[in-house]
């Protein structure tokens, strides 16, 4: 269960400028690695922030969070092993 789809909770589109610098970081297939719930929680904190100020904050805390893929909104994380 991979599909962000499945979430019980409302899920939120991506905006077009996260998947520009998704794909100009090379960073997609490690956003898509991740687990639905953690990819819908990214999106919904970017887009939630009001002033642009913070949303681009927000969105260079995810990236580089996905860079060194140890964590997720500033709590240890590991990737599950396949």
């Not at 899920?11 to 610098?21: H, L, S």
């Not at 639905?36 to 970017?46: A, F, K, S, V």
């Not at 969070?65 to 140890?70: M, N, Q, S, V, Y």
């Amino acid at each position: 269960m991979n599909n962000i789809e499945n979430l019980k909770r409302k899920t939120n589109p991506m905006p077009e400028f996260v998947k520009k610098i998704l794909a100009k970081e090379k960073l997609m297939e490690k956003y898509l690695a991740r687990p639905p719930y953690q990819r819908n929680d990214y999106i919904g904190w970017i887009n939630r922030a009001v002033r642009e100020e913070t949303k681009q904050k927000r969105l260079h805390q995810m990236i580089a969070e996905l860079k060194r893929g140890d964590s997720y909104m500033k709590m240890a994380y590991r990737a599950k092993d396949k």
